[in-house]
C-alpha cells in the first residue's frame, strides 16, 4: 500500500498546526511544517533563511521583475523557492507517511495516490481570540493580522496553483475547528483516517 499522506491547508487562528502536530502523533507518523523547509534547504543547497523570509508569500509584482535569477533559464527566485518545496514534499512522500501543513501540498501531490487533503477553519471572532491569546499578538492589531495572514495563504496558493484556496473541492473533509475543539478535531480526523484508509 502507498504511504499515508495527510495536508493540511488551515485558517489563521484556526489551530490547524497544532490539530496536525497532534493528529501525527496519534497516527504514529511525521509531522511537517518548518521541518519541510530543512527538507528543501538541504536538498536545494539554498540557505533555510530564503525559505523562511519568502514562507507561503507570493512574490510582489514589482520586486518579482526586479528578482535575483537563480539557475538555469532564468528562474526567478521566488519560483526556485516554491518548486525547492514542491520537490521537498514529493520526495517526503516517496518515502514516508506524514502529515504535511501548508505550502500548497494538497498542490504538489495531486496525482499521488494515499493522499487525504483537510482544511481547517473556524469563525474569525474565534481565531482573533485565539491569535490574542495563543499566539500573543496585540489585541489592536489582531483582526488585522488575522485578515493579512489569511490573505497572504490565499494570494500564494492561487498565484502558484490552478485551484482556489479554501475551496470545499480541493479537499476529502473540511472541519470547523472551534465545533469541537482542538482535542475533539484530533478525534475525528483520526477516525475519519481510519475509515478512509480502511474502506
Same mark, same amino acid.
Given at each position: 500500500?502507498?504511504?499515508?499522506? $495527510?495536508?493540511?491547508?488551515r485558517?489563521?487562528?484556526?489551530? @490547524?498546526?497544532?490539530?496536525?502536530?497532534? +493528529?501525527?502523533?496519534?497516527? !504514529? #507518523?511525521?509531522?511537517?511544517?518548518?521541518?519541510?523547509?530543512?527538507?528543501?534547504?538541504?536538498?536545494?543547497?539554498?540557505?533555510?533563511?530564503?525559505?523562511?523570509?519568502?514562507?507561503?508569500?507570493?512574490?510582489?509584482?514589482?520586486?518579482?521583475?526586479?528578482?535575483?535569477?537563480?539557475?538555469?533559464?532564468?528562474?526567478?527566485?521566488?519560483?526556485?523557492?516554491f518548486?525547492?518545496?514542491?520537490?521537498?514534499?514529493?520526495k $517526503?512522500a516517496?518515502?514516508q507517511?506524514?502529515?504535511?501543513? @501548508?505550502r500548497?501540498?494538497?498542490?504538489? +501531490?495531486?496525482?499521488?495516490? !494515499? #493522499?487525504?487533503?483537510?482544511?481547517?477553519?473556524?469563525?474569525?471572532?474565534?481565531?482573533?481570540?485565539?491569535?490574542?491569546e495563543?499566539?500573543?499578538?496585540?489585541?489592536?492589531?489582531?483582526?488585522?493580522?488575522?485578515?493579512?495572514?489569511?490573505?497572504?495563504?490565499?494570494?500564494?496558493?492561487?498565484?502558484?496553483?490552478?485551484?482556489?484556496?479554501?475551496?470545499?473541492?480541493?479537499?476529502?473533509l473540511?472541519?470547523d475547528?472551534?465545533?469541537?475543539?482542538?482535542?475533539?478535531?484530533?478525534?475525528?480526523?483520526?477516525q475519519?483516517?481510519?475509515?478512509?484508509?480502511?474502506?
Amino acid at each position: 500500500m502507498s504511504n499515508k499522506i $495527510i495536508t493540511i491547508t488551515r485558517q489563521y487562528g484556526s489551530g @490547524g498546526r497544532e490539530i496536525g502536530q497532534k +493528529l501525527a502523533e496519534q497516527i !504514529g #507518523v511525521e509531522f511537517y511544517d518548518n521541518k519541510l523547509l530543512d527538507v528543501a534547504a538541504g536538498n536545494s543547497g539554498i540557505h533555510k533563511s530564503h525559505f523562511e523570509e519568502n514562507d507561503e508569500k507570493r512574490p510582489n509584482s514589482f520586486l518579482y521583475l526586479l528578482s535575483t535569477t537563480y539557475g538555469q533559464g532564468g528562474v526567478p527566485f521566488d519560483d526556485t523557492l516554491f518548486f525547492a518545496q514542491l520537490n521537498a514534499i514529493q520526495k $517526503i512522500a516517496l518515502e514516508q507517511s506524514c502529515v504535511i501543513i @501548508g505550502r500548497c501540498a494538497d498542490y504538489a +501531490l495531486r496525482d499521488f495516490e !494515499g #493522499v487525504v487533503n483537510i482544511f481547517i477553519c473556524a469563525p474569525f471572532e474565534v481565531r482573533v481570540k485565539r491569535a490574542i491569546e495563543v499566539y500573543d499578538i496585540a489585541e489592536k492589531h489582531a483582526e488585522d493580522y488575522v485578515k493579512r495572514i489569511d490573505k497572504q495563504r490565499t494570494s500564494y496558493y492561487n498565484y502558484y496553483t490552478d485551484k482556489r484556496w479554501g475551496s470545499p473541492s480541493n479537499y476529502q473533509l473540511c472541519i470547523d475547528s472551534s465545533a469541537l475543539g482542538i482535542d475533539g478535531s484530533v478525534t475525528l480526523l483520526k477516525q475519519f483516517l481510519d475509515d478512509y484508509y480502511n474502506r
